[in-house]
T-cell receptor, first 117, second 113 residues
Framework: AQKVTQAQTEISVVEKEDVTLDCVYETRDTTYYLFWYKQPPSGELVFLIRRNSFDEQNEISGRYSWNFQKSTSSFNFTITASQVVDSAVYFCALSGPSNFGNEKLTFGTGTRLTIIP | DVKVTQSSRYLVKRTGEKVFLECVQDMDHENMFWYRQDPGLGLRLIYFSYDVKMKEKGDIPEGYSVSREKKERFSLILESASTNQTSMYLC????????????FGPGTRLLVL
């Protein structure tokens, strides 16, 4: 069975600080995909990134960066120089191989990030 | 841009009522999903559909049914609403393969009294 753990329930940081959101996953599949979504107060989940299990390169997109380490089954998300607009709930998710019945995503319980002005 | 819309942002129903939640996507996606989101539990899959008239149970299908008569539309039905179905309901869609990104609607916050 697949499992995603986001141990940090809530994090608060002062604006301009860096913050890292942790994500640890469990799967028996050799091919899988990892995702991060952002849910602002408006409620809609916004896709941030998708990573496949064969690509362990870190990725940077502006102030966002992701660190994928298969050895520790982690896919952590760092926001550099945080801003108030980064306040949201962030979800890490895992999907399996592409077979019928495996299209679903397994989500973590989310981390609520609050950026204090 | 992918667009997934849900019929209502907020809904208040009484116990025992039949409730329909509608979801429409405009990207010709094969897969559609219904999740519910509860504090501390994250998102849990209720049902998904990989084609018209096809459906698969997710992790928590009890008390729900679904309908997919057209490719773009996926309905979630609460046959007899109960207070423990008070929740945020999120619809999503994606292309055929499991590796593809799911795109979400804005959610429907349902309150059952």
């Amino acid at each position: 069975a697949q499992k995603v753990t986001q141990a940090q329930t809530e994090i608060s940081v002062v604006e301009k600080e860096d913050v890292t959101l942790d994500c640890v996953y469990e799967t028996r599949d050799t091919t899988y995909y990892l995702f991060w979504y952002k849910q602002p107060p408006s409620g809609e989940l916004v896709f941030l990134i998708r990573r496949n299990s064969f690509d362990e390169q870190n990725e940077i997109s502006g102030r966002y960066s992701w660190n994928f380490q298969k050895s520790t089954s982690s896919f952590n998300f760092t926001i550099t120089a945080s801003q108030v607009v980064d306040s949201a709930v962030y979800f890490c998710a895992l999907s399996g191989p592409s077979n019928f019945g495996n299209e679903k995503l397994t989500f973590g319980t989310g981390t609520r990030l609050t950026i204090i002005p | 841009d992918v667009k997934v819309t849900q019929s209502s942002r907020y809904l208040v129903k009484r116990t025992g009522e039949k409730v329909f939640l509608e979801c429409v996507q405009d990207m010709d996606h094969e897969n559609m999903f219904w999740y519910r989101q509860d504090p501390g539990l994250g998102l849990r899959l209720i049902y998904f559909s990989y084609d018209v008239k096809m459906k698969e149970k997710g992790d928590i299908p009890e008390g729900y049914s679904v309908s997919r008569e057209k490719k773009e539309r996926f309905s979630l039905i609460l046959e007899s609403a109960s207070t423990n179905q008070t929740s945020m309901y999120l619809c999503a869609s994606s292309t055929r393969t499991g590796r593809e990104t799911q795109y979400f609607g804005p959610g429907t916050r349902l309150l059952v009294l």
